[in-house]
T-cell receptor
Framework: DSGVTQTPKHLITATGQRVTLRCSPRSGDLSVYWYQQSLDQGLQFLIQYYNGEERAKGNILERFSAQQFPDLHSELNLSSLELGDSALYFC?????????????????FGPGTRLTVL | GESVGLHLPTLSVQEGDNSIINCAYSNSASDYFIWYKQESGKGPQFIIDIRSNMDKRQGQRVTVLLNKTVKHLSLQIAATQPGDSAVYFCAENRASGSARQLTFGSGTQLTVLP
């Protein structure tokens, strides 16, 4: 158990809908990262938040957005869902206590949310 | 372009044998590497890491070797057990502006045969 929790575990929805995935980082971790894992794309970095602010962006679609709240939990919002959005979505957290993130700022992953778009 | 890749997509080993999983990277500025293990239906699990100022690091039954000359990383698992069956990813952690980003390789499926 990494200490990172994600809800829900499974989500089934229809095309065009909007969903929200939730992540609670390990106690004390300031950074939260979101990743998408699909069969043909592997693990793709989406976005990072550090202490409530966006820190880095990866391959995140404009239909997707995220935020980190004052209690450091994070939500990933996926809208206008398409069939191709079906994937596993992972959240990870790291301490990032030094400015810019320490060189050994290891990320610890949650169990993921499996999203199925029908 | 910049990439982190794995040499072999699958690897089968006999229980009790040693396993070696390889990974190549192309960004010479990369300074930190991590190996993750992902079991079916679970999130990636941290195994071991190594900084670029090191050539070798050992953990419990695992060793990571880094060859910066040829930009190659390997994970050695001693006395492989059935519980080691999983997908193994190498990841490159490098500075991206004020942040650090993790870029994953495509993964190697390790199967331990009885």
């Amino acid at each position: 158990d990494s200490g990172v929790t994600q809800t829900p575990k499974h989500l089934i929805t229809a095309t065009g809908q909007r969903v929200t995935l939730r992540c609670s980082p390990r106690s004390g971790d300031l950074s939260v990262y979101w990743y998408q894992q699909s069969l043909d794309q592997g693990l793709q970095f989406l976005i990072q938040y550090y202490n409530g602010e966006e820190r880095a962006k990866g391959n995140i679609l404009e239909r997707f957005s995220a935020q980190q709240f004052p209690d450091l939990h994070s939500e990933l919002n996926l809208s206008s869902l398409e069939l191709g959005d079906s994937a596993l979505y992972f959240c990870a957290s790291s301490p990032s206590k030094t400015s810019g993130g320490a060189i050994t700022d290891t990320q610890y992953f949650g169990p993921g949310t499996r999203l199925t778009v029908l | 372009g910049e990439s982190v890749g794995l040499h072999l997509p699958t690897l089968s080993v006999q229980e009790g044998d040693n396993s070696i999983i390889n990974c190549a990277y192309s960004n010479s500025a990369s300074d930190y590497f991590i190996w993750y293990k992902q079991e079916s239906g679970k999130g990636p699990q941290f195994i071991i890491d190594i900084r670029s100022n090191m050539d070798k690091r050992q953990g419990q039954r695992v060793t990571v070797l880094l060859n910066k000359t040829v930009k190659h990383l390997s994970l050695q698992i001693a006395a492989t057990q059935p519980g080691d069956s999983a997908v193994y990813f190498c990841a490159e952690n490098r500075a991206s502006g004020s942040a650090r980003q993790l870029t994953f390789g495509s993964g190697t499926q390790l199967t331990v045969l009885p």
